[in-house]
């Protein structure tokens, strides 16, 4: 596992604070995976729960549950998902809410979904989230029943919204507007996250500049080396901006490296991550995981690390509330 940056201290890194939370946080992680310890005190103990092996067996990964995680303590509230309605000027589109019940609002995480549309991985995620305290609203950028995809429909759907840069900035602001729009999500609090083509089309929403109440945009081995490259950035300064890269990706590093520096250039906070030994679509469960022939495979180890990361920033910007975990930071 490898860092990269962009600058001579610490390869580009954004502070001091968030390196070290980052890194606790991560340890805490192997820790848990590799002593498989109950006693460990911290607020993190479902974190690993929901990802899958990196080595399974050869059967196909089963459907996410849609009951409560037997981790989940008796006196949680239950997980509550329901279709929302929403559209993007004539066009109707069909999001996804999913939070715990109990006190609300909630800080708000809108996710994006990848070139697959709102699908059993994306609800997974959802559902990961919403577990640490999220209301998750799931995006829509396809189109209302627009699901279930072949290879060649997600190819299309994915390329129809990325070769146009004005529908694909409409239908992310759509998604951000009718999330704010919720009673359940506190939207002084909200992030967002997208994965391969929703990770691409985060950075859009962060590129508009219409989003300024975004904490964070976190782009999962998304790539920023669309057409839309050329278009001045607009980024909010009250954004950071994070993107987990896989090495082995056919997204060139280089890519990462220079959305990163022209933020920082333009005055706005900017990180990213380089997994030595991911692919792309790490994160993706559903996806090959061995065999050569893909450029495209799921790396459990990439895919703890970098959904740590993220937890890491949320917390760091007060997304996610914590009396503890930046205790004794200046």
Known sequence: ???????????????????????????LVLVSVVFSSTEINVNFSNLLAGFTSNYPSPSPTPAPSTSTPSTVAPTQAPLQEAKIAYTDGSQELEGVLIYRGGNT?????????????????????????????FAVFLADIYGKGIRNLTFAQRAGNASFILSNR?????????????????????????ATVGYCFGGTVALELARTGLAPDVRAIVSFHGD????????????????????FHGQLDPIPLDAIVNITRQIQQNGGDAFFESFSDAYHA?????????????????????????????????????????????????
């Open 224 to 243: 920023p080396s669309t057409p839309f490259r050329e278009q001045n950035l607009n980024i909010p300064n009250t954004t950071t901006v994070a993107l």
């Open 105 to 133: 609002p909630l800080p708000g995480l809108l996710i994006i979904h990848d070139w697959a549309s709102i699908s059993n991985y994306t609800l997974s995620r959802g559902r990961q989230y919403a577990d640490l305290g």
């Open 282 to 330: 790490f994160t993706d469960f559903t996806g090959p995981r061995t065999g050569s022939g893909t450029a495209a495979r799921y790396n459990r180890r990439a895919d703890v690390r970098s959904f740590a990361a993220s937890l890491g920033l949320f917390y760091e910007l007060n997304i996610l509330p914590s009396s503890t975990f930046y205790q004794g930071f200046p």
């Open 1 to 27: 596992y490898k860092r990269q940056g962009i600058n001579a201290e610490y390869g580009g890194f954004r502070n001091r604070r968030m390196r070290i939370a980052t890194h606790l946080l991560f340890v």
């Open 166 to 190: 004005t529908l694909a900035k409409s239908r992310v602001l759509a998604a951000y507007s009718a999330a704010k729009s919720l009673a359940v999500i506190d939207s002084s609090r909200l």
